[in-house]
């Protein structure tokens, strides 16, 4: 509730000069980074209710790094830095001078690299021309008497990929692209239409209701929206117990053990146990999620846009400890989300998606340097990024997308397309012919009729600086 710093955006993002706009800066992965080359740093602590903030000290004293007891003695004044800059902090003339591409960032740990053994490299779980269609529902008078073409809302349509024991695949694409429906699919909440999902080997196209309980135990999923997947009525403890018991992960004796044995892998104290989700902050409740999704020691988790809805420094928090876990226990992920930066700090692969249909993969690295599909470029474009000196290009799709239950014929993406005039005639072709898969030096493959070596002119959506 109390301002803590002001001033002109240049000198607030190059020359942060309170801790906790600094601390704000450090949880926002930049474009380009990777878990392999950074660590984002949460903010310590949270934020205290109103009515246990402290009366005489700076109110940002329990969760500042730079504390010292001169801090809790008053609240500081403004303090001007240069003309139009001022933070509310005694130190704020002491602190060291940090553009956004080396604002307080550690850096992880040098070691050797991973050695990639054939059991990495196996698949843990495979999609093959996957499909997951809804019936469209008509109001016309032939319908009624079944008759007429029937329609389909084409949510996933034709997507083969595979993910790797103990990687992660990053599925990105605009609200509608179906990444989630995609993801449904795999855990059985959505019927499968067509194609073959394999998982561990087995057969996964069948509904979760039909399913083995080994293969439920195998594949649990952290949902978007913890306040609609946490019983209210039923404590933190009894929750995560129910997939141990369900499961048999551990002896009946054992239970409480076990839940707070995860409880502290997600960092949160014992005590916890006994609380109700009402009682427990967003960044809380997902980490109860988290909790409960390991309950059943799975091999691969499935987060649908697990930090969407969180704060930048919960959702640093939440992107460490999902890191973590997955070094810890060697589990498969698949990492769905809207915010590229994020994806890219997490995965170690990345599919596209648009209009229900995959049209560029590959290891992250490559995904974020051109050549690039041309969806996946305006989608670059349009990340912001925490440096207001950068000049990042401006590629903005026009538009609306097209309905999923009438898509466009040849490839999906030409009606938006803006480097359809790279191709003969305004890409004609696109209209007509589906485009052919087109795989780089580097590894990933493009849907695109556009040849790979004129994609590859494309420069840079952000210069390597900024990133």
Known sequence: GQMVES?????????????YTRGLLACVPLLGESKESSILQPIRGRVPPPAERAKTECIFAPRCEFVTEDCRKARPQFTEIIPGHTARCIYALDIE?????????RKAKEGPAPVQT?????????????????????????????????????????VSLRVAKGRTLGVVGESGCGKSTLVKGLIGLEAVTGGDLEFMGF????????????????????????????????TVGSQIARPIKRFKTAPRGEVKNEVIKLLKAV??????????????????????????????????????????????SVQAAVINLLLEIQQVFGSSMIFIAHDLS??????????????????EIGPA??????????????????????????????????????SALDPPSGCVFHTRCPRRNMLPEDGKICETERPPWQTSERGHRILCHIPLEELEKIEAVVSSAAA
């Open 118 to 158: 054939e059991a990495l490299r196996e698949d843990l779980i495979s999609f093959d021309k996957l499909k997951v269609y809804y019936p469209a529902e008509s109001n016309s008078v032939v319908s009624l008497f079944g008759l007429g073409e029937k329609r389909y809302v084409k949510a996933v349509d034709d």
């Open 365 to 402: 690295d490559a995904i974020y340097m051109p050549p690039y599909h041309p969806y996946t470029e305006a989608l670059l474009s349009a990340v912001p990024v925490p440096d207001p000196e950068v000049a990042q290009k401006e590629l903005r799709l026009s538009g609306n997308v097209p």
């Open 267 to 312: 960092r949160l104290p014992p005590t916890y146990y006994d609380r109700l989700p009402r009682q427990l902050s967003g960044g809380e409740k997902q980490r109860v999620g988290i909790a409960r999704a390991l309950a059943s020691r799975p091999d691969l988790i499935v987060c649908d846009e697990p930090v969407s809805a969180l704060d930048v």
């Open 203 to 234: 057969d996964a196209t069948q509904r979760v209701t039909a399913r083995d309980t080994n293969m439920i135990k195998e594949m649990q999923m952290v949902f978007q929206n913890p306040d609609s997947t946490l019983n209210p009525s039923y």
């Open 7 to 19: 001033g002109p955006i240049k000198d607030i993002f190059r020359n942060p000069r309170h801790p």
């Open 97 to 105: 001078d940090l553009s956004p591409a080396v604002k307080k960032r």
């Open 342 to 359: 994020v994806v890219r700090y997490f995965s170690d692969d990345i599919a596209v998606m648009y209009l229900g249909h995959v049209v």
